[in-house]
């Protein structure tokens, strides 16, 4: 499965055109993605408009959900920050950190457009899932 960051589905619902939301657009896609809790919550507190707001969060229902953020994957994703900051990365984002050892500790691809993740896939064995680049008009 697929866990697409909250990075991507910005970009998504912004309509801008990148690799990853090129990919994200593809007609096998969403039925490879799976949606935490956590990104839900990133992505929906985002947006300002109520009416762009409802949209996403119908669009969002569609998605299969998962919320698997209990107690051991929390330390694990401290563990993994830590093992990080030794290697002398810091990483920005304590959500980043859920959301990548969510993904390493789950075998799950990550698709992302933040450079934080680089390093748990440098580190860590994140895989992520990096798609073709855009096709040229």
Do not use: K
Not at 76 to 97: E, H, K, P
């Amino acid at each position: 499965m697929v866990i697409v960051d909250s990075s991507v589905w910005i970009d998504y619902l912004n309509r801008r055109h990148t690799p990853e939301t090129h990919w994200l657009s593809g007609p096998s896609s969403i039925r490879a993605v799976v949606l935490p809790t956590l990104v839900l919550a990133e992505v929906l507190q985002g947006i300002r408009h109520n009416s762009r707001f409802r949209q996403a969060e119908q669009f969002f229902r569609t998605l299969p959900v998962v919320d698997s953020f209990d107690y051991s994957m929390t330390v694990q994703a401290a563990v993994n920050f830590r093992t990080l900051r030794a290697l002398g990365v810091t990483i920005r984002s304590t959500v980043d950190c859920l959301i990548a050892t969510f993904c390493i500790e789950n075998g799950h691809q990550l698709l992302h457009c933040d450079g934080d993740y680089d390093y748990f896939e440098r580190h860590l064995s994140l895989t992520v899932l990096h798609p073709p680049p855009l096709p040229v008009p």
